[in-house]
């Protein structure tokens, strides 16, 4: 391989980013005034978002520039710069330009959860972590790539190295779709005390022993109670078990008495999945709401649920839906 080899070596025995030596690297002068200009602009890019913006076109620049200018060896070692934006830009033009294991890196930086800025739209929130950045890079080249392999192994890492990367929701998700690493998954889950897109990947799997776990999930965030019953419904949705039904017919009947919330579209959503005369008898009653708004802010609700639904079990409500707009 082109890449790596000793040097990769000497790295791998530091606490990765943490002792990075800039002497090791013999810069020279030029090579650190590219360095400088990275510093200036603390912005990353994964895809077209931010596209010809004065940033964007500067980051064009230094990417070519850290190409023309760098040799492998350096740009690996600069993955370990005590500069996030710097080991996100090196990382980068290592995935595009050469040939190595870039999944050793990646794995090195599960706990790189130093900041940097994205633009806004883009496939990062507007603040990633600098592992997030990495994964996601090279996630991009797998993808374009055809390489479902790699993909694969990535996702592999992702979920068992100890991270708090926002990329290992999306791996465990994928995985739970392949039917992959159940115990793993339950294991995250217990230990991240539940999280809400952990009940709802977990529900995926549809086992008995989850019912419970799913039901008495609470969010330990008091400012965002909404999002108890929401991952709740959202769960129920992937995993619509009969031990479910009598807390949906209960949360319905009290969810109508009032405007409906932001959950309420997924409660819909969860009884629909049932996709049997109970559902449908259930999610006739928002029509018999007295009071005409509410009636009509939940029968809203209830559209944008069957719109996730195509079963024709409910083909009378989607007409009926019809014709009261």
Not at 59 to 81: F, G, P, V
Not at 167 to 187: D, L, Q
Not at 222 to 246: G, K, Q, V, Y
Request: hydrophobic share 40%; proline share 3%; with cysteine.
């Amino acid at each position: 391989m082109r890449l790596y080899g000793i040097i990769l070596l000497y790295f791998l025995s530091l606490p990765a980013w943490a002792q990075f030596d800039k002497d090791f690297l013999g810069l020279s002068a030029e090579e650190n005034l590219i360095l400088k200009s990275i510093t200036a602009y603390d912005v990353v890019k994964t895809d077209t978002t931010g596209r010809l913006t004065q940033i964007w076109l500067e980051i064009d620049s230094q990417l070519c520039s850290l190409s023309e200018r760098m040799s492998a060896q350096k740009l690996l070692a600069l993955t370990y710069h005590d500069k996030p934006i710097i080991r996100c830009r090196a990382f980068h033009v290592l995935v595009d330009e050469y040939e190595g294991d870039a999944l050793s890196i990646i794995q090195e930086h599960m706990q790189d959860t130093a900041v940097v800025h994205s633009f806004p739209g883009s496939c990062l929130p507007m603040k990633a972590y600098v592992g997030d950045y990495f994964v996601e890079v090279y996630r991009r080249k797998c993808f374009f790539a055809r390489d479902s392999i790699q993909r694969g192994k990535l996702d592999s890492i992702v979920i068992f190295a100890p991270n708090k990367l926002s990329a290992r929701h999306f791996a465990m998700y994928r995985a739970a779709n392949a039917g992959k690493f159940y115990n793993k998954i339950r294991e995250i889950v217990m230990e991240a005390e539940v999280s809400g897109q952990g009940i709802i990947t977990l529900a995926k799997f549809r086992r008995e022993q989850d019912i419970d776990l799913i039901m008495n999930w609470k969010s330990s965030d008091h400012l965002h109670r909404d999002r108890n019953a929401s991952c709740t419904f959202f769960a129920i949705a992937e995993f619509p078990h009969p031990a479910f039904s009598p807390f949906l017919q209960q949360y319905i009947k009290k969810a109508i008495l009032a405007k409906p919330d932001v959950s309420c579209h997924l409660l819909y959503f969860a009884i629909a999945n049932y996709n049997n005369k109970t559902s449908h008898d259930l999610l006739s009653l928002p029509f018999q709401i007295a009071d005409k708004s509410i009636r009509t802010e939940h029968l809203e609700k209830l559209s944008e649920a069957l719109k996730m639904n195509s079963n024709p079990i409910y083909n009378d409500l989607r007409s009926r839906l019809k014709g009261y707009k």
